[in-house]
């Protein structure tokens, strides 16, 4: 009866996993093919005489269906407040300062406030290059506060209160905007089918991606889910998320008392916002032809500090609207994909679940109900969808980056432990410390992030990531033992997905700190390089 019990229990963990993450590859793949479907909808701009370099104009059409923008009417821009939220960014927040002081916009109409909370020489150096922007005409203020109650979100709120604007452009400390960035985007909210839209987001573009192969991969993610997913949830008529920068917001809508403002109580506060937005009657515009570049993490460390905090927040967004998703007058259709979209940081659990199980499995004298074999036939949305979303960026060069999905199926799997961790602080907490990705400002490969004092220590967990690459070189001995040569492929990637992570987790670390030369500040900016402007490819999607 023990054994019976036991082998309940393991085939009914076996099959949740399987049909979980089949589940997922198979909403990828539906997202894709929603993508292709609507690729052609246009979505329209209002046009109006423009007041301002008449080269924010574009060509009438772009080849994909959208209308491209014209600047705004009778010379009547509204009223735009740029928000930055900074904390401790001393090697970019020059860059971004410049970068934002450059946009191309009536500097009568434009407000950028600094949100700084930092307490290190970032403030200093923001002091100093604020005084310069104020005496070179740019309406630029910083904003402080006595505590970083709320971190990002608090300070976002507590800025509001003295914005002047009637948009709420907002970039994180790694974005460089382009100089015509809001002539692209503002006008989207006049066209009269658009009057209920609250916020806009923009495509991320990489300042960074050719650094390393690990830049690559994160890149690659990244073109898939603005390239493929974000477009496909807009089109269909699905919710979809504010990315946190790189777009704007109505002011009225965040004010909109159905709405709420800002919370504090996730630690996806631009998920949290849009959805809770989405469920009062507005609706977002994702651009994906117009960019905002930012700088991906060179330091793995770093992205998986972004991506537990993204896991985290994600999963606690999923257990505050739940109900009210499943609550609402929706279609049904909208509220699995609003479901499935929060709750995709379920797949890593289902992953390491899989893993643990395995094992037992194997051991004791029963077969899985599932062959561990079939996962390959169930695994093939994300590949696809990324491929698709290189084929729209890169035509026919394509393949240059998506060559990249090895090492990125590799860090998709190894991330499992950290981003399993996360999903269940994000089940039984709220809020919580919200651990900033630190940004290092390298873009070309000789650039270097080592002599840091942003850059990140080993952490103890990695320990764990140790024993579970173990654990998988042990399922793939008995495999071996067991002649099912099907299945092994799939252990040994969780073998080099957790030695992945852990030895070039350690391997930076040690490497780094062997290299750091004694008596350097690490606290210096002499790589942070600001520019007084940039300009960037577009790619069309």
């Known amino acids: 009866m023990l054994l019976s019990a036991l082998t309940l229990v393991l085939q009914s963990a076996y099959v949740l996993c399987v049909v979980g993450l089949a589940l997922y590859s198979g909403n990828a793949l539906w997202l894709t093919w929603k993508y292709i479907q609507h690729r052609h909808r246009a979505i329209s701009p209002q046009t109006f005489d423009s007041p301002v370099d008449p080269s924010v104009r574009t060509t009438p059409h772009n080849h994909n269906g959208f209308h491209a923008p014209g600047p705004l009417a009778n010379g009547q821009w509204p009223a735009v407040t740029v928000q930055l939220p900074i904390y401790n960014e001393q090697h970019v927040v020059i860059r971004l300062l410049r970068a934002c002081a450059n946009l191309r916009y009536p500097r009568e109409k434009l407000q950028i406030q600094v949100l700084d909370d930092s307490d290190d020489d970032t403030r200093e150096l923001i002091q100093r290059e604020v005084a310069h922007l104020r005496a070179s005409g740019?309406?630029?203020?910083?904003?402080?506060?006595?505590?970083?109650?709320?971190?990002?979100?608090?300070?976002?709120?507590?800025?509001?209160?003295?914005?002047?604007?009637?948009?709420i452009a907002i970039f994180d400390a790694d974005f460089e905007p382009t100089e015509d960035f809001l002539g692209h985007t503002l006008p989207y909210f006049f066209n009269s089918d658009n009057q209920s839209a609250g916020f806009i987001q923009t495509r991320w573009d990489h300042l960074n991606a050719n650094y390393s192969p690990l830049t690559q991969s994160q890149a690659l993610a990244l073109d898939g889910h603005f390239a493929i997913e974000q477009p496909a949830r807009h089109r269909s008529g699905y919710f979809f998320g504010f990315n946190g920068s790189g777009g704007i917001w109505r002011r009225a809508c965040i004010e909109d008392a159905a709405v709420g403002g800002w919370h504090t109580d996730t630690l996806c506060e631009d998920l949290d916002l849009s959805y809770r937005a989405q469920l009062a009657g507005w609706h977002g515009i994702f651009l994906p032809h117009v960019t905002a570049p930012a700088e991906v993490p060179p330091q793995l460390l770093a992205f998986k500090r972004q991506q537990f905090r993204w896991a985290k927040g994600s999963i606690q967004t999923l257990r505050k609207l739940a109900p009210r998703l499943v609550q609402a007058d929706l279609p049904l259709r909208v509220k699995v994909q609003?479901?499935?979209?929060?709750?995709?940081?379920?797949?890593?659990?289902?992953?390491?679940?899989?893993?643990?199980?395995?094992?037992?499995?194997?051991?004791?004298?029963?077969?899985?109900?599932?062959?561990?074999?079939?996962?390959?036939?169930?695994?093939?949305?994300?590949?696809?969808?990324?491929?698709?979303?290189?084929?729209?960026?890169?035509?026919?060069?394509?393949?240059?980056?998506?060559?990249?999905?090895?090492?990125?199926?590799?860090m998709g799997i190894g991330l499992s432990f950290n981003n399993t961790r996360a999903v269940f602080q994000g089940l039984f907490h709220t809020g919580g410390e919200f651990l900033r990705t630190p940004k290092f400002n390298v873009e070309k490969k000789s650039d270097q992030w080592n002599q840091?004092?942003?850059?990140?220590?080993?952490?103890?967990?990695?320990?764990?990531?140790?024993?579970?690459?173990?654990?998988?070189?042990?399922?793939?001995?008995?495999?071996?033992?067991?002649?099912?040569?099907?299945?092994?492929?799939?252990?040994?990637?969780?073998?080099?997905?957790?030695?992945?992570?852990?030895?070039?987790?350690?391997?930076?670390?040690?490497?780094?700190?062997?290299?750091?030369?004694?008596?350097?500040?690490?606290?210096?900016?002499?790589?942070?390089?600001?520019?007084?402007?940039?300009?960037?490819?577009?790619?069309?999607?």
């Open 138 to 167: 740019t309406v630029v203020e910083i904003v402080e506060r006595p505590t970083r109650h709320g971190y990002k979100a608090g300070a976002l709120a507590h800025a509001l209160a003295t914005a002047q604007g009637e948009f």
């Open 338 to 410: 609003a479901l499935l979209h929060l709750g995709g940081y379920w797949v890593h659990p289902f992953l390491l679940l899989m893993l643990l199980v395995t094992l037992p499995i194997r051991i004791l004298p029963f077969e899985p109900i599932v062959p561990l074999s079939w996962l390959g036939y169930t695994s093939l949305g994300p590949p696809l969808l990324y491929a698709v979303a290189q084929q729209r960026l890169r035509g026919r060069l394509w393949w240059q980056r998506w060559r990249y999905i090895p090492l990125l199926t590799l």
């Open 452 to 541: 840091s004092a942003y850059r990140l220590r080993v952490p103890t967990a990695i320990v764990a990531e140790l024993f579970l690459m173990l654990y998988a070189i042990a399922i793939c001995f008995v495999l071996v033992q067991q002649r099912d040569w099907w299945s092994l492929p799939f252990i040994l990637l969780y073998a080099a997905g957790f030695g992945f992570m852990a030895g070039t987790g350690i391997w930076q670390a040690r490497a780094h700190t062997r290299r750091q030369p004694s008596g350097v500040d690490t606290t210096s900016v002499a790589h942070a390089k600001p520019r007084s402007t940039r300009r960037f490819t577009k790619h069309q999607v």
